[in-house]
Nanobody, 120 residues
Framework: QVQLVESGGGLVQPGGSLSLSCAASGRISSIYTMAWYRKAPGKQRELVAS???????NYADSMKGRFTISRDNAKNTVYLRMNSLKPDDTAVYYC??????????????WGQGTQVTVSS
């Protein structure tokens, strides 16, 4: 069984920084694209950033220049470094990954979410 576990959320002041991580575990053969999404109260879930297996990245326009996604393939882990945080960045952040298990099944997996609150 494949699982994604996020860590690193919390409360930060406007203008501050925070780092999230998400580790995939289980019987994994390959991990393809990994991504971060977020959902704020009253809003739809939106893509924050994604990264392919060879580290090509894509960012939502509002995150460009402030957020950085990276991954460590040896650790099956994806990271999100968030700088210059704004109150509008307050949301539950979810990790997402496209994974092929060692049984051959390829599926899309989600983490449980981690709360990020930007407030003074």
């Amino acid at each position: 069984q494949v699982q994604l576990v996020e860590s690193g959320g919390g409360l930060v002041q406007p203008g501050g920084s925070l780092s999230l991580s998400c580790a995939a575990s289980g019987r994994i053969s390959s991990i393809y694209t990994m991504a971060w999404y977020r959902k704020a109260p009253g809003k739809q879930r939106e893509l924050v950033a994604s990264i392919t297996s060879n580290s090509n990245t894509n960012y939502a326009d509002s995150m460009k220049g402030r957020f950085t996604i990276s991954r460590d393939n040896a650790k099956n882990t994806v990271y999100l470094r968030m700088n210059s945080l704004k109150p509008d960045d307050t949301a539950v952040y979810y990790c997402n990954a496209d994974i092929r298990s060692s049984y051959g099944f390829r599926g899309n997996y989600w983490g449980q979410g981690t709360q990020v609150t930007v407030s003074s």
